[in-house]
Structure formats: structure tokens, C-alpha cells
């Protein structure tokens, strides 16, 4: 199985980061925004990490 991280295009709330990382490592892009929520509430880090994702992310290209 070849997996490659993109941006989700099917899950997406604001660009596709939460939802393609739940993808590729196989878990709920809830469980994932929950994450980037509390790092976000815990010094701003997750504010941070998603924009860098989303800016370094490919976009998916539908051939999963």
C-alpha cells in the first residue's frame, strides 16, 4: 500500500490538514482536531503546527 500525506478533500473543516493526517495514519480526524485544539489552548503551538501543514501539505490528487 502506498500512502502519501495530502490535504483531505472529502474531510475538511477549514483546509484538509486534520482530515488528511487522520487519513494516512488511519484514525478519526476527530480524535486529530481535538489535538491540534488542545495544543492550541496549551501555548498557541497548534495554531502554528497547522498552518505550517497546510502551507507544506500537497493537495490530493484523488488517487488514493
Same mark, same amino acid.
Given at each position: 500500500?502506498?500512502?502519501?500525506?495530502?490535504?483531505?478533500?472529502?474531510?475538511?473543516?477549514?483546509?484538509?490538514?486534520? /482530515?488528511?493526517?487522520?487519513?494516512?495514519? /488511519?484514525?478519526?480526524?476527530?480524535?486529530?482536531?481535538? /489535538?491540534?485544539?488542545?495544543?492550541?489552548?496549551?501555548?498557541?503551538?497548534?495554531?502554528?503546527?497547522?498552518?505550517?501543514?497546510?502551507?507544506?501539505?500537497?493537495?490530493?490528487?484523488?488517487?488514493?
Amino acid at each position: 500500500m502506498n500512502k502519501k500525506l495530502s490535504l483531505s478533500k472529502t474531510d475538511v473543516k477549514i483546509a484538509g490538514v486534520c /482530515g488528511g493526517l487522520a487519513e494516512y495514519f /488511519g484514525i478519526d480526524a476527530t480524535l486529530v482536531r481535538l /489535538g491540534v485544539i488542545l495544543f492550541t489552548l496549551a501555548g498557541g503551538a497548534g495554531i502554528i503546527f497547522y498552518l505550517i501543514a497546510w502551507a507544506i501539505m500537497p493537495k490530493d490528487n484523488g488517487n488514493i
